[in-house]
């Protein structure tokens, strides 16, 4: 999974990169308002945590732009604003969660998975798909009740793969989710993952529709 972190304050954001890539997040990180707006208008992201006090552009402008532009990535605001009228102006310009600062990193890591599983159409931290249970919260994985103990490479793709379940999804797009920007990003490093994942897996659980891309058995 992707997530864009929008913060101005470095250690803030530093404490939010180590937390989100634990959990299996690829993080990027923008540190003011127009550099947000650039790429959250330009690349795809599965999570955005957005602060409002941003320079150069404040973050409910970002915010009130993403969504002009049709923007459809799920955003939690941090802030330190607090007033609920502020956080009704922030639910009404778009924003998925709210989550005032001082907060506890395993709050807001709770509401990131939350956001996961809604924009997926899920309803709890555990999943079943085809023949794989797939455990969010301890990021755990087994195949026929068996656990199987994957990279954390390995598991963002079954687990993105997993949320878009209902749809073939081309190398491309993995690709721009499974790596960060000074990662490669070849084709041939996504078929040695998706080769690693079958050893492991076993047989009709990771399908290919050649030409198209990847998928899970007995979801598309």
Do not use: C
């Amino acid at each position: 999974m992707r997530a864009l972190i929008v913060e101005d304050d470095a250690r803030i954001a530093d404490d939010l990169t180590r937390a989100l890539s634990s959990s299996g997040f690829r993080v990027e990180h923008a540190g003011d308002g127009e550099t947000a707006w650039f790429k959250g208008g330009t690349e795809a992201y599965d999570l955005i945590v957005l602060d409002l006090g941003l320079p150069r552009l404040d973050g409910l402008s970002v915010l009130k732009r993403w969504r002009a532009e049709g923007v459809i990535s799920p955003v939690l605001i941090l802030t330190a604003r607090s007033a609920w009228t502020e956080r009704v102006e922030g639910i009404d310009a778009g924003a998925d969660d709210y989550l005032p600062k001082p907060y506890r990193m395993e709050e807001l890591l709770a509401r990131a998975r939350a956001l996961l599983r809604r924009s997926g159409g899920q309803a709890t931290s555990q999943q079943m798909v085809g023949r794989l249970s797939i455990d969010m919260n301890r990021m755990t994985i087994a195949v026929d009740g068996v656990p199987v103990h994957l990279t954390p490479l390995e598991f963002r793709l079954i687990t993105y793969l997993a949320l878009h379940r209902d749809r073939v999804l081309a190398p491309t797009e993995l690709l721009e989710h499974l790596y960060g920007d000074d990662d490669s990003r070849d084709t041939n490093a996504l078929e040695a993952v998706v080769a690693r994942l079958r050893r492991k897996l076993g047989s009709g659980v990771l399908g290919t529709k050649r030409g198209f891309g990847y998928f899970l058995e007995d979801t598309v």
